[in-house]
């Protein structure tokens, strides 16, 4: 039964009901609907992080379970990136100088990925900055890893053939010290014994009697004895593989032909006076991979030290060259 309301009305001195009015209800009905929404709402807010549901417990897992790996994951690349970087340091520094191998650059090392952005199916969730990143370092990783293992493939192929390597550097002077004159000229600028300029002289002349023996400073081909190049004279040209070539210049005759192989030592010419020469001399150079460099620096296999150094101080003097 519906409780019964009063009010005193002071006129009549009595008590009378109390009538609803309709807009009255109406009003308190849309209060207390309001009412129950706002609980609702708050109730939804404040309850939900407390009560979750059992699919929303295993994402949170899940999405915990990847920044842990991921964090993992950096850390090991970190510690892979360190060992990485101490191979490349050795490769350029120990192995490759030991092999007498070009360094492998940065640029080649480091190289990124250009063109196509290849991480684009990876773009709009929400750890995707982390999961590109983690992308991003092991490609680079995979690709410095790749070329260490090339780098790497060349120096074993090298380390197989080192053997061959020393029988083919040309490690013994070409001309027989008792034999020798003198060392005329060495590696470097000097002046032209024609124009009197000074040019940079690419090798060493070795003074020497007329008809005196030349001998091939390493293990090769002949690939040229003719006197078809401009100064030479009659000269020889022997490949060594590897990059090296050895040129003997100004001879009086040969003891050799072009397609001959040779060994360390043998007889393959005669000092003379052909070409753009001033007297009877030989001109020695060695070129790797077709730039001419010092041949002071391979002379390792018929030099005691102490000859070796006194050449070295005969080479440095800066005088005129027989050629």
């Given amino acids: 039964m519906a409780k019964v309301k009063y009010y005193y009305d002071s006129e009549t001195l009595s008590y009378r009901k109390i ?21 609702m709402i ?14 929303e417990k295993k994402l949170k897992r899940e999405l915990e379970y990847v920044k842990l790996n ?25 192995y490759r100088v030991y092999f007498e191998l070009s360094p492998v650059s940065n640029d080649k090392r480091n190289a990124g990925f250009g063109g196509v952005n290849r991480y684009k199916t990876l773009e709009g969730f929400d750890n995707s900055a982390m ?12 690709k410095q890893l790749y070329m260490q293992s090339k780098s790497l493939d060349e120096i074993v192929k090298i380390a197989e053939n080192k053997e061959d390597l020393l029988a083919a ?15 005329a000229s060495g590696y470097g600028w000097r002046s032209d014994p024609f124009t009197k300029a000074r040019k940079m002289h690419k090798g060493m002349d070795f003074t020497a009697p007329r008809g005196t023996p030349i001998f091939a400073s390493g293990d090769g081909k002949i690939i040229r004895a003719d006197n078809k190049s401009s100064g030479y004279g009659k000269h020889i040209r022997i490949d060594h593989g ?40 030989l001109h020695y150079e060695v070129r790797k991979n077709g730039k ?3 041949p002071i620096n391979f002379y390792s296999g018929n030099l005691t030290p102490e000859e ?7 080479a440095q003097i800066e005088g005129q060259s027989l050629d």
């Fill in 242 to 281: 590897f990059g090296y070539v050895s040129l003997y210049a100004h001879l009086s005759k040969y003891n050799t032909r072009k397609g001959r192989r040779v060994k360390r030592g043998d007889l393959i010419g005669y000092v003379g006076n052909t070409g753009r020469s001033q007297a009877p001399h």
């Fill in 308 to 314: 070796f150094v006194a050449m070295q101080k005969a």
């Fill in 169 to 183: 550097m040309p490690a013994i002077q070409p001309v027989r010290k008792q034999n020798l004159t003198r060392m």
């Fill in 131 to 142: 999961i590109i990143g983690v992308s991003k370092n092991m490609d680079i990783l995979a």
């Fill in 292 to 294: 001419a460099i010092n």
């Fill in 70 to 94: 991921e964090e993992l994951h950096s850390k090991k690349l970190v510690q892979l990136e360190q060992v990485l970087e101490d191979l490349q340091v050795r490769d350029n520094n120990i």
């Fill in 42 to 55: 708050l109730g939804f807010v404040v309850l939900t992080p407390i009560f979750e549901s059992p699919s």
């Fill in 19 to 39: 009538k609803d009015k309709k807009r009255h209800k109406f009003t308190r009905l849309i209060l207390t609907i309001v009412a129950a929404g706002i609980f």
